[in-house]
């Protein structure tokens, strides 16, 4: 059972009020996490993505995570970087934007990352999964890829 630090992404950007707090550190143990960042890398995460979409939502994502990582991430803006889930409510979403210039008449894809925030370590941030969706999906496969970063979670925690 995974037991996650209180409350959520507290951990994520906890230095903006107090830069003497120490950085985070990305745990990458999950096998199928690693591979998805590959895939991601590898322009090959989604079939339905571009080159330049893989390439953009990769350089987003790892300037995301070492914002995660510096404890700066941001959760309260108009259009934040992250957002806490509440279908599972110790999952933290990192949101790349898509590219706006995408083909007329064609909703792009979006990336999301999520991650977690363990009790201990705590300087912990496990990444769980990374996945696609379309643009306007409301729910179907947004909630498959929470549900399997749950999912990890709790195994990384077994």
């Known amino acids: 059972m995974f037991h996650p630090a209180r409350p959520t992404g507290e951990r994520s950007q906890r230095r903006i009020e107090n830069p003497d707090e120490a950085e985070n550190v990305w745990d990458r143990t999950i096998d199928t996490f690693r591979d998805e960042m590959a895939a991601l890398y590898e322009f090959r995460l989604d079939e339905n993505m571009t080159e330049a979409e893989h390439a953009d939502a990769f350089a987003q994502l790892q300037r995301m995570m070492r914002r995660a990582s510096e404890a700066v ?3 309260v803006s108009e259009r934040p970087e992250a ?3 509440q279908r599972s409510d110790f999952i933290i ?4 934007k898509p ?3 995408a083909p007329w008449g064609r909703i792009p894809r979006v ?3 999520y991650f977690a925030e363990p009790l201990a370590p705590p300087d912990k941030l ?4 990374v996945g696609t969706k379309q643009g306007a999906d409301t729910a179907g496969e947004q909630n498959a890829s929470i549900d399997l970063a749950t999912s990890r979670a709790h195994s990384w925690a077994a």
């Open 73 to 75: 991430l941001d959760f």
């Open 99 to 101: 590219d706006p210039a």
């Open 83 to 85: 957002t806490v889930i």
């Open 93 to 96: 979403e990192l949101r790349p």
């Open 126 to 129: 496990v990444g769980l999964h």
């Open 111 to 113: 990336v999301r990352l």
